[in-house]
DNA sequence: TTGTACGCGTTATCAA
DNA sequence: TTGATAACGCGTACAA
């Protein structure tokens, strides 16, 4: 027993063929004829051979089939955030469709955890949100000509972006509220920075979170002065944690309170049924995202709905269009204004 | 300007030196003298070569830092399942600390989709439970001698597993239920196979899902005849229409109902609140995984918990050991009962 | 339809 | 500390 790895020659050599034509029988480029095709295959069945090496077949093709995808969190965290998920559905789709798959990567600094992008034998990348530590890696990676899309952030010069109108949706929220006659508004926002643990929002300057201060900004153009307090997370429970603080005091209570995510809207509604507020009689409630909340029932929520499938895919199909040799522009969806029946005028 | 990209073998040019010492500046695999790595590394930086092709590398290295993770359901769903995440979360852990990444993967025919477990660069290959269409290829990645593990599933002979107790397990929730007085249960499972759209279970030779019928098997030690509903999937609305169903006519109410995820158990604590029943006065439930499922509270679930992330990073760990050249062993971890609020004797 | 020849970019080994 | 050499395993012009 050899202790080697029989390889394509090897086959080629006990079928009688050469090597070319042992390949092309694996890869179907081009036409064999049949009792070649079979010697081929039977001498690769006698040797143990069960097709070309992938690792080798992407050296000389110069491609791996492979779409790295960078999150700026921990992994764990990312798939908690159904818009996360749904987002990946539609990233791995449209990069289906070439052939490729997705390999998780995680934006963090070395200490010898797994492969980074620069390490990492992929043919594009898609970044997740764009923060610090990502910056040089992200130099490297383009500098070798591989393509890379952000989604939702801002990775500079040049990075095709995928984005969304989250300023001017959650506007429009905003002044469907204010429409409605409330004027005692308090917001709740998604984190101002990784690792937050949870407060009330004293300035915007400390927010480094692009989606996070888009939408506040997007609020406060219609209620500047209302309070924020920005959860640690797109949680249910991050959503009641901050409405338990926001209804504590009867005598502050808002009549609306519009939060940056569908989950947190949850967890606010939750906090109001506690304090025994009917929704939407006597407080409002609004979201963002437009996601299916699990267990929410009999609830509809007046939300804002983003195409959180179609970013993915738009960010896949960007990368296919620039590994093909073409410019990727950047994209930007526009949201939609649902409303549901957790809003009402305030009560008099 | 030349179109090629620099390699190192031309940084070794520019700075005067063998490319096997440039190489090393990079890997840092052997000391080099301070003057030489500057050099190297001068010459890189006006070449504008920012290190190794990981493709080149993972030929030469016989290593690509890849790990499949293999699902055996469309990618979107595997990652509504909270369940699944931990165990990614323990898996992708384990695999780091190897400096490896996660290549995600769906065990599907080709139909032109993504990479197959035979054709991506993989060290080694994870599968989520194990059904039918993968095996042809599991036949080849293991001839390639490419360390394989299963989680929760049967790959067949010299295939390590990493399982659970699950009959144990949830004899045990059943017999508390026994316990507390109850003689009228009602079950409600995990789907029995893929794409089933949810329905009163008929025989348990209907079910290809091996967590779905063990389960089932230790509620039925303790409640032979206890009627069963198989959800559509472990989503708190699936548990929410299984419920209705089952308190949806008052005669036939169980006092107990015993769910196969905590998910599950959510959504028929949610029917049993909607049709005005008192758990666990009226009714009492337990569920199964141990998560914390976000918006539940005030209740604790009872329920088993399992070891979610050990699981995956038990995985993980085998993975690692074969690639050392150890050989790994099939893992069974076992889940322990905790007690909630959500159980209690029946009503007289 | 098949074979020849070569390069893909790196790194392990060993000798200097 | 550095350099020469030889794979790693494959795909693809191009010629036959």
Redesign the interface.
């Known amino acids: 027993m050899s202790t080697r790895?029989a390889t394509i020659t090897d086959v080629a050599r006990e079928a009688g063929v050469s090597p070319s034509t042992a390949s092309v029988v694996f890869s179907g480029k081009t036409p064999v004829s049949d009792s070649t095709r079979q010697r081929v295959l039977d001498a690769a069945q006698a040797l143990?051979y069960?097709?070309p090496?992938?690792?080798?077949a992407?050296?000389r093709r110069?491609r791996?089939?492979?779409v790295g995808v960078v999150f700026e969190e921990h992994?764990?965290r990312a798939?908690?955030d159904?818009v996360k998920?749904?987002m990946?559905?539609g990233l791995?789709e449209s990069?289906?469709?070439m052939?490729?798959?997705?390999?998780?990567?995680q934006d963090q600094a070395e200490e010898?955890?797994?492969?980074s992008l620069?390490?990492?034998?992929?043919d594009a990348a898609v970044l997740v949100g764009c923060s610090g530590i990502l910056r040089e890696s992200l130099?490297?990676?383009r500098?070798?000509?591989i393509p890379v899309v952000v989604i939702e952030g801002d990775a500079g010069e040049g990075v095709p972006r995928v984005g969304l109108d989250n300023r001017e949706a959650q506007r429009q929220a905003a002044s469907h509220i204010r429409g409605l006659g409330h004027t005692r508004v308090a917001l709740v926002t998604l984190p101002v920075r990784s690792a937050w643990p949870g407060g009330w929002l004293e300035s915007v300057d400390d927010i480094t979170v692009d989606v996070t201060r888009d939408r506040l900004r997007g609020a406060r153009d219609v209620f500047p002065d209302a309070p924020a307090y920005a959860a640690a997370g797109s949680?249910?429970?991050e959503g009641?944690a901050a409405g338990r603080l926001i209804f504590a005091d009867p005598g502050m209570r808002p009549t609306a309170v519009i939060a940056q995510s569908d989950?947190l809207a949850?967890?606010v509604i939750?906090a109001a049924e506690e304090a025994g507020l009917q929704v939407p009689q006597d407080v409002s409630v609004t979201g963002f995202d437009g996601i299916v909340v699990?267990?929410l029932?009999p609830y509809e929520l007046t939300t804002i709905v983003q195409p959180t499938v179609e970013k993915g895919r738009a960010a896949g199909q960007a990368v296919v269009a620039m590994l093909r040799g073409e410019v990727a522009a950047s994209i930007d969806f526009t949201c939609e204004f649902r409303a549901g029946n957790t809003t009402a005028p305030p009560a008099e």
Chains 1, 2 share one sequence.
Do not use: E, K
């Open positions: 790895r143990g069960t097709g090496d992938p690792r080798a992407s050296l110069g791996s089939g492979i992994l764990g798939f908690q159904p998920i749904l990946m559905d791995t990069v289906a469709s052939g490729a798959g997705l390999l998780l990567l010898g955890g797994g492969p620069t390490t990492a034998p992929v130099a490297a990676v500098a070798r000509g949680l249910i429970d009641l989950l949850a967890g939750r699990d267990g029932a």
